[in-house]
């Protein structure tokens, strides 16, 4: 799946490498049930696969996962399920699926890496404690605020 989804991951900001980043920091930070694995890491894979905007994200993420899941062989119920996290991953859903708050959580624990965290402080009036906020886990939030502390004692 990641080779097929490299072409469209390289066109975003932090390109395949970020995707990366999301997929080992779900497997490093989160237990998640076996039945939902190939649902997370397949959402995890595909969910900027669109575009470096929001908005080609969920415009063009769930078409270009389609073609993907299809090559694949996947069913039409699981591509439903991962087109549905792809088009609303940047949100925060008021009944989210367990497999979204994982992508969710991981996709903005993200922002907290050394690879990452310099685009987000240029950002003007950027707010960490919104982003740690917006996570769903308590596990998320407290690893965030201490990513957020190390980067405030480097300063």
Not at 37 to 45: D, G, K, T
Not at 48 to 65: F, L, R
Not at 70 to 97: A, W
Not at 98 to 121: C, N, R, T
Request: glycine fraction near 4%; charged fraction near 30%.
């Amino acid at each position: 799946m990641f080779r097929l989804a490299k072409p469209y991951l390289e066109k975003n900001d932090f390109g395949v490498a970020h995707t990366k980043r999301v997929f080992d920091i779900a497997r490093k930070n989160f237990n998640i049930p076996e039945e939902l694995q190939e649902l997370v890491f397949s959402s995890i894979i595909l969910h900027d696969i669109g575009g470096s905007s929001v908005k080609e994200q969920y415009d063009n993420g769930p078409t270009i996962a389609t073609l993907i899941l299809k090559q694949l062989k996947y069913d039409e119920q699981f591509i439903k399920e991962v087109c549905d996290i792809i088009c609303t991953h940047h949100g925060r859903p008021e009944h989210p699926s367990q497999s979204f708050k994982i992508l969710h959580d991981s996709d903005k624990l993200v922002m907290f890496s050394p690879e990452e965290v310099s685009h987000y402080d240029l950002k003007p009036n950027f707010n960490w404690n919104k982003i740690i906020k917006s996570m769903y886990s308590k596990q998320a939030k407290d690893l965030a605020k201490i990513l957020l502390q190390q980067k405030r004692n480097k300063k």
